[in-house]
């Protein structure tokens, strides 16, 4: 069935590193991806998704571009702040419209 | 406007019994689906409403069902409590078909099963 893999966390910076969380998927076709945020004590928020191949998702300085060729829709920001700090999840919308999300990346940012 | 409400917000039950979750959507959303969250599992799919109508099923045992009102509150039933089915049960609303994936989600109810 369809998968996502997340890179395993926590992941610690410094305020202003540049983040990377990165995560692949298995499906069949070409699904659209996505990324939620948690953030502490809080329900999921969608933070950005790409609904085709090439199709570049972005959202408050976070970007992450639908590569088919990796099959990969990795997660950047350029500068991170501590607001930041947060669990980050990948998910792809199935054939049956459901969401299949990945294990959830810990992001942690020092001042 | 207001978001998705989910209460309780926290229950604690003892093997055996049986546990009812509600979950109001936000105004205008017609569809409600429900996922377990938990650290070894991660975040799976229990099931989705519409129109009072189950349009998707996951993989979970007949234990757990749901339903869903004419005002599009949703709520989640666990039968026969297990220890296993400790959790967060998250809600989440869409506007509804087609579903383009963009959930809103609630805060959760978490469930402690002693």
């Known amino acids: 069935g369809d998968s996502v893999t997340q890179m395993e966390g926590p992941v610690t910076l410094s305020e202003e590193a540049f983040l990377t969380i990165n995560c692949t998927y298995t499906?069949?076709?070409?699904?659209?991806l996505f990324w939620y945020v948690q953030y502490p004590g809080e329900g999921l928020q969608l933070l950005l998704k790409?609904?085709?191949?090439?199709d570049k998702g972005s959202n408050k300085g976070f970007e992450a571009t639908y590569r088919k060729e990796t099959t990969s829709f990795h997660l950047e920001k350029g500068s991170v702040q501590v607001s930041d700090s947060a669990v980050y999840f990948c998910?792809?919308?199935?054939?049956?419209?459901?969401?299949?999300f990945g294990s959830g990346t810990r992001l942690l940012v020092r001042p | 406007k207001a978001g998705v409400t989910q209460t309780p917000r926290y229950l604690i039950k003892t093997r055996g019994q049986q546990v009812t979750l509600s979950c109001s959507p936000i105004?205008?959303?017609?569809?409600v689906s429900w996922y377990q969250q938990t650290p070894g599992q991660g975040l799976q799919f229990l099931f989705e409403?519409?129109?009072?109508?189950?349009?998707n099923k996951g993989n979970f045992p007949g234990r757990f069902s749901g339903r869903q009102f004419s005002n599009s509150r949703s709520e989640m039933n666990v039968s026969t409590l297990e220890l296993g089915d400790s959790a967060l049960y998250l809600c989440?609303?869409?506007?509804?078909?087609?579903?383009?994936?963009?959930?809103?989600f609630g805060e959760g109810s978490r469930l402690t099963v002693l």
């Open positions: 989440a609303s869409s506007f509804g078909p087609p579903n383009t994936g963009e959930l809103f």
């Open positions: 499906a069949t076709g070409y699904p659209s």
């Open positions: 790409a609904t085709k191949a090439d």
């Open positions: 998910a792809l919308m199935d054939s049956s419209y459901k969401l299949i």
């Open positions: 105004s205008g959303h017609r569809s």
């Open positions: 409403y519409f129109s009072e109508t189950q349009r």
